[in-house]
């Protein structure tokens, strides 16, 4: 088992390792194409534990892989036989040759990523649902439970779950606005649902449950079990229903449409969501009216998922430069926009950030599951990987650039003491925080 997990991880791994050369090389390319010295190219930090010296750059692998670094002969040009004035040290350049050595390593990640949507989109396709829409799957809180269906384990406080794998239209919810009461009902028996439940470690795990109700006479059967009225309930919404637009935006199979129905809802909280749905043969216009959280953005309390399964189209042509545009752009939005929610809400989204283990241990389930999104997981990891690089902080390109930024404006650059006290600490807390998030991640790959 272990020997399996190793295996199913080293395709995370070679992506990990690719995508650090692929930075790094970017700055050495873009040193050795202005003529400028770089004498080291150094994957990883720490001990060596290979190295290889070529006729003018020497080459290395280092203990810890949390990066990497090109390495230049400013500090010491003397014990590398360099006049200390010439004009190919990075050093004396103006300050647009070395912007461009520094921001180098970003280009690479950004135009690598495109190339591997490209190549993604050529070959295998992006992935999308097989029908447009977005459809509603039962996702019910318990509310009260009769004698009968306590009997089958369903208790108050509990969440119900109809597997989307199963025929969603055998449930019906009934709601009724005078007691403000909703009940749970099937038009076939018996009926399989999913209950959420603690398993021995205290952790949720969804338990099945088979409930046989008598039929009536008009073909529905009582649950004897009360759930929640959410919003969703209240504007008539069922499980099975297919929601086909939304305030005047049309659904495809793209499945990047759940953010934008999650997005709407969030964002609308007591304002009126006007739906198309698709019940059937039937379609019906619904209004439903989302309820603030307690951070104040909008739900309505129901679950969803891609209409239909999962299918991949190659697109062929000039074509394909254009949906790879178009994936490229949606990945470095949402990357912006998660970090912009790493910093307003912190408190709640801290504990998402992963580190090397957590990231490969990812990229071992897709490679497990679909080979075929290691493209995706690729581009994702190497476009965050430019994105952190670019910010101003201390040891990174960002960092960098900052104090050219400085050296513009001064006219002078700032003391090289200074410049070097800053970059080390902050290549420590780098290192810190990388070293943390390993043991963090490690630990929870552990079985409890």
Do not use: C
């Not at 449409?257 to 809802?265: G, H, N, R, S, V």
């Not at 009216?289 to 129901?302: F, Q, R, Y």
């Amino acid at each position: 088992m272990a020997f399996s997990g190793f295996f199913s991880a080293l395709p995370a791994i070679a992506v990990l390792a690719i995508l650090i050369v692929v930075h790094e090389l970017g700055h050495f390319m873009a040193a050795r194409l202005q003529g400028i010295y770089a004498n080291k190219f150094s994957i990883g930090f720490g001990p060596v534990l290979w190295k290889y010296q070529g006729p003018e750059t020497e080459y290395a692998l280092r203990a810890f892989p949390l990066g990497g670094f090109v390495g230049f002969p400013d500090d010491d040009p003397e014990a590398n036989d360099i006049d200390p004035s010439d004009p190919n040290l990075l050093r004396n350049r103006p300050i647009l040759d070395r912007a461009i050595v520094i921001s180098a390593g970003v280009i690479a990640n950004l135009v690598f990523a495109y190339l591997v949507l490209l190549l993604q989109v050529g070959s295998v396709g992006v992935q999308q649902a097989s029908q447009p829409g977005i459809l509603i799957n039962g996702f019910f809180k318990v509310a009260e439970v009769t004698e009968q269906a306590a009997q089958s384990g369903i208790q108050p406080g509990e969440v119900l779950f109809i597997d989307k794998k199963q025929n969603l239209r055998q449930f019906n919810v009934a709601y009724n606005p005078s007691t403000n009461s909703a009940e749970l009902l099937v038009n076939r028996t018996p009926a399989q649902l999913k209950v959420e439940r603690q398993d021995e470690n205290g952790k949720p795990k969804l338990q099945d449950v088979t409930l046989t109700p008598a039929l009536g006479a008009n073909g529905q059967g009582q649950t004897g079990i009360k759930v929640t009225p959410t919003p969703a309930i209240k504007a008539g919404l069922q499980p099975g229903d297919v929601v086909l637009a939304m305030n005047g935006h049309t659904f495809t199979q793209s499945v990047r449409e759940l953010q934008f129905f999650q997005a709407t809802i969030r964002d609308n909280a007591a304002e009126p969501v006007q739906m198309k749905v698709q019940r059937g043969d039937e379609q019906l216009n619904l209004t439903v009216t989302p309820v603030a959280n307690a951070d104040g953005e909008g739900t309505i309390g129901v679950g969803l998922s891609p209409n239909g399964s999962f299918e991949r189209k190659p697109v062929r042509g000039f074509a394909a430069f254009g949906v790879a545009a178009e994936e490229f752009q949606n990945i470095v939005v949402d990357t912006i926009d998660g970090f912009g929610k790493l910093i307003s809400r912190f408190s709640k989204v801290a504990d998402q950030v992963a580190g090397p283990v957590a990231i490969v241990a990812v990229g071992a389930k897709i490679a497990q599951s679909d080979a075929a999104s290691l493209f995706q997981f690729a581009a994702l990891i190497s476009i965050n990987l430019a994105i952190i690089n670019i910010l101003p902080l201390p040891a990174l390109d960002g960092g960098h650039l900052a104090f050219l930024l400085i050296e513009g404006l001064r006219g002078k650059p700032l003391p090289s003491k200074i410049q070097d006290g800053v970059m080390q600490t902050g290549l420590m807390l780098l290192l810190g925080l990388g070293i943390f998030l390993i043991i963090r991640d490690t630990a929870n790959l552990i079985p409890q």
